[in-house]
Nanobody
Framework: QVQLVESGGGLVQTGGSLRVSCVAS????????MGWFRQAPGKEREFVSG????????EYADSVKGRFTISRDNAKNTIYLQMNSLKPEDTAVYYC???????????????WGQGTQVTVSS
């Protein structure tokens, strides 16, 4: 099992920045990819960004490209999501995920964190 714990959410004004973190524990040696999803009220959970554990390849949703940056610290088993130029539509609960797989337009995610709230005020 892999346990994921997020931190760093909060309230920020439009145009501001915020960084969220996710620490993995447990069987971290089986972790090959980690990433972030988000869910806004009344909407489905959506993919935001991901990073491979070994090569550091990254992927971003079109809605956050150029504004968000994902990074990792292998020694700390931690990934980060630096969010800049935040917009009210970025308001959501941000969930850390590990070892997700994309199947068509859906994602299979075996490991989730508990989520951290990010609120962007207008």
């Amino acid at each position: 099992q892999v346990q994921l714990v997020e931190s760093g959410g909060g309230l920020v004004q439009t145009g501001g920045s915020l960084r969220v973190s996710c620490v993995a524990s447990g069987r971290t040696r089986v972790t090959y990819v980690m990433g972030w999803f988000r869910q806004a009220p009344g909407k489905e959970r959506e993919f935001v960004s991901g990073i491979t554990w070994s090569g550091g390849s990254t992927e971003y949703a079109d809605s956050v490209k150029g504004r968000f940056t994902i990074s990792r610290d292998n020694a700390k088993n931690t990934i980060y999501l630096q969010m800049n130029s935040l917009k009210p539509e970025d308001t959501a609960v941000y969930y850390c995920a590990a070892n997700y797989r994309k199947s068509g337009k859906y994602y299979q995610v075996p490991y989730w964190g508990q989520g951290t709230q990010v609120t962007v005020s207008s």
